[in-house]
């Protein structure tokens, strides 16, 4: 082996402990986004299995929401109060 490539097998085990959790969280968003159309590769679901997933992700808050920022929406409202 060359000191190039094990340099590189260094750099790469290196690097797992901030890829796996950044690949688990891509992985899990992935199989819920396409939970309701039977996931990637499964089946459809049932209408009772669909209410059921639809349920489940009406309970968990939406992780898109758009806040400004702290310090401009409080410029914001003392503008406002004026």
């Not at 402990?17 to 690949?23: C, K």
């Not at 009772?48 to 920022?69: F, M, T």
């Amino acid at each position: 082996m060359d000191t190039k490539e094990i340099l590189k097998f260094v750099l790469v085990i290196g690097a797992l402990p901030w890829a796996l959790p950044f690949m688990k969280a891509l992985s899990r968003d992935l199989l819920r986004a396409f939970e309701e159309d039977g996931g990637l590769l499964g089946d459809p679901p049932s209408q009772k299995q669909l209410e059921e997933i639809q349920l489940r992700k009406a309970e968990r808050p939406d992780p898109l929401v758009s806040e400004p920022l702290a310090h401009v929406r409080d410029a914001d409202e003392a503008r406002d109060r004026r």
